[in-house]
Structures are given as structure tokens and as C-alpha cells.
T-cell receptor, first 114, second 113 residues
Framework: DVKVTQSSRYLVKRTGEKVFLECVQD?????MFWYRQDPGLGLRLIYF???????EKGDIPEGYSVSREKKERFSLILESASTNQTSMYLC?????????????FGEGSRLTVL | AQSVTQLDSQVPVFEEAPVELRCNYS??????LFWYVQYPNQGLQLLLK??????LVKGINGFEAEFNKSQTSFHLRKPSVHISDTAEYFC???????????FGTGTRLLVSP
């Protein structure tokens, strides 16, 4: 079974802190994604990556950056956390190529910024 | 660019009743369509997908969906729901030549005894 592991299920941070959210997948998937989930807004794509050291902006990249130094690991970074970044963050991975869009998700990281 | 509309934010239903969760999409090109389910405090998991072929797609846990190209819809159905089906359901679409999956805003299915 594909497993996508997000290192922290719950985090509480203060405004201005730097926050790292880590995601690891064990199925050698080329593509990795970071989504943000908010009530009534569904899932919104923050960043994605098709390969190591490669990243593409999604729909809401402002205030975030990402790092993909190894194929299995995709990190989301909040350089200076703000209260409006309080949310559920979901990491996902998928096979590369033309792609069929089937994503495998982690269990999510719920971030609260005070 | 493609988009997805889930008109119902919440659908209450009694146990053993049938249910339909609606999904409409817009796209100028061919698409693949998906339904994902999210149980409380968990990530999303794939329920079913339409890539090509038969327009009636069967998924896990007794769910099925029908692709209707003329109405640009992909509604999810189950003939008899169970308490354990209480979850949030997301419809998603991807352009067949593109990598980004676009999600709807979700429908919360509430099954009561």
C-alpha cells in the first residue's frame, strides 16, 4: 500500500515563527503536492513538484515555500506564520507521466497560529 | 481551465436510505473525474474514478457514479447508506493533458439512525 506520512498531526505556533511541515512517501512517486483545506473552500493547491529540486506554484502560493531535495520528501515552509494560515494542510503524491490524477494523501497536519 | 461545482454543502439522510451527491464540472477538453472521501480526522482516499469506457463507475463501499458528458455531471450514488458513510465527499476533475487535480468544495454526508 502507498503510504504518505506527514510528520506532525497537530501543531500550535505563534505569529512570526518559521514552520516546517514534512511529508514523506514510500512508493517512488514522481509527483508530490501540498494542499490547504478550509471549511467551505475545499482543497486549494499551494505548491506541487514533478521531480527532485523542481517546484511549481499552485493556486495560493503566497506566504509559503517548498523544498524537494529527495524524491520521497516534500516540505512545506511558512517563513513567518500568520493567523490566516491556521488551517489543515494535506500532502499528496501520485505517479508521474501523463498522469490519471489519482492522488494518495497523508492524514493531514492541523496548524494553529496564535 | 476546468472547475468543479458541488452545490450541496451538507446532505442529511437516514440510515438505509438512498443518497445522491451532486457534482458538475466545466472544461473545454476531455477530463478524468474522481470522487474522494474524507472520514473525520483523516486524509482523503479515492472512492472511484472515471477515466474512459463505461459511464457507470463502481467504487468502494457500494458507491457508484455516472458520467454524463452532455450534462457535464458526475453524481455519486449509494442505494442504502450506513452510519459509517458519514464523511465529507469531494468531487475532482483533471484535464487529460494536465497534472493539476481541481477539487470541489465538498459535500458533508450526515447519516443518522
Amino acid at each position: 500500500d502507498v503510504k504518505v506520512t506527514q510528520s506532525s498531526r497537530y501543531l500550535v505556533k505563534r505569529t512570526g515563527e518559521k514552520v516546517f511541515l514534512e511529508c514523506v512517501q514510500d512508493m517512488d512517486h514522481e509527483n508530490m503536492f501540498w494542499y490547504r483545506q478550509d471549511p467551505g473552500l475545499g482543497l486549494r493547491l499551494i505548491y506541487f513538484s514533478y521531480d527532485v529540486k523542481m517546484k511549481e506554484k499552485g493556486d495560493i502560493p503566497e506566504g509559503y515555500s517548498v523544498s524537494r531535495e529527495k524524491k520521497e520528501r516534500f516540505s512545506l515552509i511558512l517563513e513567518s506564520a500568520s493567523t490566516n494560515q491556521t488551517s489543515m494542510y494535506l500532502c499528496a503524491s501520485s505517479l508521474g507521466g501523463a498522469g490519471t490524477g489519482e492522488l494518495f494523501f497523508g492524514e493531514g497536519s492541523r496548524l494553529t497560529v496564535l | 481551465a476546468q472547475s468543479v461545482t458541488q452545490l450541496d454543502s451538507q446532505v442529511p439522510v437516514f440510515e438505509e436510505a438512498p443518497v445522491e451527491l451532486r457534482c458538475n464540472y466545466s472544461s473545454s477538453v476531455s477530463v478524468y473525474l474522481f470522487w474522494y472521501v474524507q472520514y473525520p480526522n483523516q486524509g482523503l482516499q479515492l472512492l472511484l474514478k472515471y477515466l474512459s469506457g463505461s459511464t457507470l463507475v463502481k467504487g468502494i463501499n457500494g458507491f457508484e457514479a455516472e458520467f454524463n458528458k452532455s450534462q457535464t455531471s458526475f453524481h455519486l450514488r449509494k442505494p442504502s447508506v450506513h452510519i459509517s458513510d458519514t464523511a465529507e465527499y469531494f468531487c475532482a476533475v483533471i484535464n487529460t493533458g494536465f497534472q493539476k487535480l481541481v477539487f470541489g468544495t465538498g459535500t458533508r454526508l450526515l447519516v443518522s439512525p
